[in-house]
């Protein structure tokens, strides 16, 4: 009986626990729809790098230009739902609107760019910020 048991209760536990999403609004915020708009156009800035589209690549840095300017006063929700910060949030808040001056540096180095390197060295950047940021910023929504 006991042998049968054990496996039962522990299977139970484990397919029992459910997985609980982090925040209700993880991953359909403004900003979490402006970075997945950011997603497709780096799709496609890389596209057009590889093809040496380089008037492509210009374009698509203005579409990300924007998206930035539009995400630089949204709150991430790793820091706050709330529209009052505490002080700590807005230091957190002001690291963040850091990250995307960074950003918005290598975009628009990227647009200024004129040959195949230092449109790389452009992609580089923006690659470390996203990992840097979203590292900081970003809500696991499956925590
Ligand atoms: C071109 C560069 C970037 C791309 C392509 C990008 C892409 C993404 C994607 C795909 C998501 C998930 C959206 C979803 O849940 O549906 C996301 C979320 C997020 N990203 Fe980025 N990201 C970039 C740069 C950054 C930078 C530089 C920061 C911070 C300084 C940042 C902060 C965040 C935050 C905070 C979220 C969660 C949104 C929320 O709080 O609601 N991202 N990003």
Request: some cysteine; glycine content about 6%.
């Amino acid at each position: 009986m006991k042998k049968i048991l054990i496996p039962v209760l522990l299977s139970t536990i484990a397919f029992s626990t459910p997985s609980m999403a982090a925040h209700p609004m993880c991953g359909k915020t403004e900003l979490a729809q402006i970075m997945d708009d950011m997603k497709d156009h780096m799709k496609a800035v890389k596209k057009a790098f590889k093809v040496g589209d380089m008037d492509k690549v210009s374009s698509i840095a203005d579409q990300l230009l924007a998206a930035v300017d539009n995400s630089y006063d949204l709150v991430p929700l790793a820091i706050s739902d709330k529209a009052e910060l505490t002080a700590d949030q807005k230091g957190d808040f002001a690291n963040y609107q850091k990250g995307m001056k960074y950003l918005k540096g290598a975009i628009e180095e990227l647009k200024a760019a004129k040959d195949m390197g230092a449109v790389k060295a452009a992609l580089g950047k923006i690659g470390k910020s996203s990992k840097k940021g979203h590292k900081a910023f970003k809500m696991d929504c499956d925590a």
